[in-house]
């Protein structure tokens, strides 16, 4: 690519590398939290519902990722911006939709905890199209930037490149998004302190903890640190090299999603 050192050019691709490592592992984690969770729950609760939802989306969001193979191996191939736009449709919806599923797991786990009674008589049916309409319209907006911005050019094909000039309005949503989340979370985390005087609840606690910290942190750095890198006075090998650092975050957290979820006991408390 032009403008780009040898040097900077193999600091990205060695981020890439570590990116798409835990990408394969997201793949095979998050696969197995969805067919487990669609093949072993007799009964569907919204939580488990949006857990399978958001696993599926994020193994198609690391399918970007992926895509990004050739780069690893120090191959740099241009595509035609239709064909780009074509390959990544897919991973861009599964960013919407894991990032505002995310934020509807909090949505939903807030309301079981500090409106515990009222929660329980929730009509499921119009509750879930409230839910479904907040992941809908976010890929609607996704796939508006991505038309907006389109141009017909040559390109390397990422998970930024189809929105082009318009990147920044992709990773400002998706930071403002999880911003929600982390303040949903939070909500969620003060409701549960209240009841802290069980060990139990202590442990419930510390799960929350590891999961915000984990997941959502990861969902909010990419985006972060991706737009961060738009704002800084450096050198263009520079923000280069910085956004495919960026990367890391995310596909990291979307690859430890299965221990955390198993391993905390977080899924056993909510479910029950």
């Not at 696969?31 to 399978?52: D, G, K, M, P």
């Not at 193994?59 to 990544?88: K, N, R, W």
């Not at 009222?118 to 890929?139: A, E, K, M, Q, V």
């Not at 998004?177 to 409701?191: A, C, P």
Request: proline content about 3%; aromatic content about 16%.
């Amino acid at each position: 690519m032009e403008g780009i050192d040898r040097y900077h050019w193999n600091l990205a691709r060695s981020f890439q590398g570590i990116s798409s490592f835990c990408a394969f592992i997201g793949v095979l984690c998050n696969s197995f939290i969805f067919f487990t969770t669609v093949r072993t729950r007799l009964e569907y609760a919204t939580y488990n519902i949006l857990i399978a939802v958001c696993a599926l989306a994020d193994v198609f969001h690391q399918f970007g990722t992926l895509v990004q193979l050739p780069f690893v191996m120090d191959y740099f191939i241009e595509l035609d911006s239709t064909l780009c736009a074509v390959l990544m449709f897919l991973p861009e919806m599964g960013i919407g939709i894991g990032c505002t599923c995310i934020l509807c797991v909090g949505l939903d786990r807030m309301l079981a905890v500090l409106f515990s009674l009222r929660y329980r008589s929730i009509n499921n049916r119009p509750y879930h199209i409230f839910l479904g309409s907040l992941i809908t319209l976010y890929c609607v907006y996704i796939c508006v930037l991505m038309v907006v911005f389109y141009g017909e050019r040559p390109l390397y094909c990422e998970i930024l490149a189809p929105f082009g000039v318009g990147a920044s309005w992709f990773a400002i949503a998706n930071l403002s998004v999880n911003i929600v989340s982390s303040f949903v979370y939070f909500l969620t985390w003060t409701g549960l302190q209240s009841h802290a005087d069980s060990r139990a609840m202590k442990r419930i606690i510390k799960s929350l903890f590891i999961i915000v910290c984990v997941d959502v942190s990861g969902w909010l750095l990419t985006p972060g640190l991706v737009e961060l890198s738009q704002h800084l006075d450096i050198e263009p090998q520079q923000k280069f090299a910085m956004i495919y650092f960026s990367v890391i975050f995310i596909n990291l957290a979307l690859a430890v999603k299965l221990p955390i979820y198993y391993f905390t006991r977080f899924v056993e408390y909510f479910v029950n």
